[in-house]
């Protein structure tokens, strides 16, 4: 089954309530009604009628305490349609949001943290995409999971064990996978020196030491994380990633960003994000140029994240 089939199954078991911020577009509202029609979750379609004075007073007075916010700025800010969403996740009027048709994904970040909060052992927010290419020898069955590729631009060693730890937890949780996690650099196990590289291995050994139960390692060059005949030339000892890495963390953004549209394009692979993550429930970022079955992708992707039973 095609990842994106396995997630729509997911979501529609979920029942989730999605909010879409960016009402006035019509490729969202052609997204709604397509994911309302065929049973992947609820759509809820922001427009500026709903955001009434009496809606925008109720989650000012609830986030008041919560943000330490004086109420008449609340109430300013709640006037916003992506931060009346964010608040209307965050009081569990809705199960997740997607964003991004007309605003920066910084702006979708920054409502997502006021409101929505990040979880308690994480840091920063951070995204990922689902990478899922015809070649089934790589990943997980053709399926790789790239890290960060939309938002941290240039981590330190600290934020990207992070960044590892929360894309771990998010493909356990989304794709049901026991991740395999690669640290990707320019280096293999010490073959090049440099304070970069260092990065690397410092955030490894962070991982290694608070997080057990990950399956992790690095640093190394892609075609050792990916490549088993590689892995076996490159590396003196055993491994359980190298050569068969189903997550590939990448050192900064620069990397990150340029690997994915990389794949996407000479490799023909299909790109689903970037989904953010760390916050308390889900959210996805969208591109300004998304279609709509980017849009119905994205919703299919925040839905399949919903916890019902935590909620």
């Not at 490799?267 to 119905?296: C, E, M």
Request: aromatic share 6%; proline share 4%.
């Amino acid at each position: 089954m095609a990842v994106m089939d396995a997630l729509i199954a997911n979501a529609k078991k979920k029942k989730a309530h999605i909010v879409f911020p960016e009402g006035h577009d019509p490729r969202v509202v052609k997204a709604a009604k397509k994911l309302e029609r065929e049973g992947i979750a609820h759509p809820i379609v922001l427009e500026e009628k709903d955001l009434t004075a009496k809606k925008i007073s109720k989650y000012a007075h609830a986030f008041t305490d919560l943000t330490e916010l004086p109420i008449e700025i609340l109430e300013m800010m709640l006037a916003e349609p992506l931060n009346f969403a964010a608040a209307m996740v965050a009081a569990g009027d809705a199960d997740g949001m997607v964003a991004g048709l007309d605003c920066a994904t910084q702006d979708v970040i920054m409502s997502s943290q006021l409101f929505i909060k990040i979880l308690d052992n994480i840091s920063l927010p951070s995204s990922f995409f689902i990478m899922e290419l015809d070649d089934p020898k790589f990943g997980e069955d053709g399926c790789l999971v790239f890290a960060d590729c939309a938002v941290v631009v240039q981590p330190t060693f600290d934020e990207l064990a992070d960044i590892a730890i929360t894309t771990a937890d998010s493909v356990k949780h989304l794709l049901g996978w026991e991740p395999r996690v690669a640290l990707l650099s320019f280096s293999t196990k010490g073959s090049a020196g440099h304070e970069e590289v260092k990065k690397v291995i410092k955030a490894l050994d962070k991982v290694q030491t608070n997080r057990l139960d990950i399956k992790i390692d690095g640093e190394f060059q892609a075609d050792t994380a990916l490549d088993p005949k590689v892995a076996r030339t490159k590396i003196e000892v055993d491994s359980e990633v190298a050569g068969k890495a189903n997550v590939l963390i990448f050192p900064d953004l620069d990397a990150g960003n340029t690997g994915y549209k990389l794949v996407q394009r000479l490799a023909g692979a299909k790109a689903y994000g970037p989904v953010l993550q760390g916050f308390r429930h889900p959210v996805s970022d969208l591109s300004r140029g998304a279609t709509v079955d980017d849009i119905v992708g994205a919703a299919v992707v925040v839905a399949a994240q919903v916890n019902k039973e935590a909620m």
